[in-house]
């Protein structure tokens, strides 16, 4: 992750340990997505329980670098407020 945005120069290292929150917020991401993919698994492809879990387990390591950013998107939405004419400044 950069350390500031290149558009508006807003600093992403707001102090340390912020981003700990962000847990709050990729924790619901991966519970939707184990239900959606657990879902498409067990229904759809009706996989048997012991590739389920592995397969599931692969799915999800996969997609951990996309969770955990956006995690961290939303998190720091709810403390610093959009600003579009910031790179008009």
């Given at each position: 992750?950069?350390?500031h ?10 102090e ?5 929150g962000?847990l ?20 759809y ?6 590739w389920?879990?592995?397969t ?11 969770i955990?950013?956006?995690?961290r ?17």
């Amino acid at each position: 992750m950069p350390d500031h945005c290149p558009v508006c120069h807003q600093d992403f290292k707001i102090e340390p340990g912020f981003y700990i929150g962000a847990l709050w917020t990729s924790f619901p991401i991966v519970i939707i997505l184990m239900a959606l993919i657990s879902l498409l698994l067990l229904v759809y492809f009706k996989m048997e329980m012991n590739w389920f879990f592995v397969t599931l387990a692969i799915i999800l390591f996969l997609l951990q670098p996309i969770i955990i950013r956006l995690g961290r998107s939303i998190w720091i939405h709810l403390f610093v407020a959009y600003d579009p004419d910031a790179e008009n400044k």
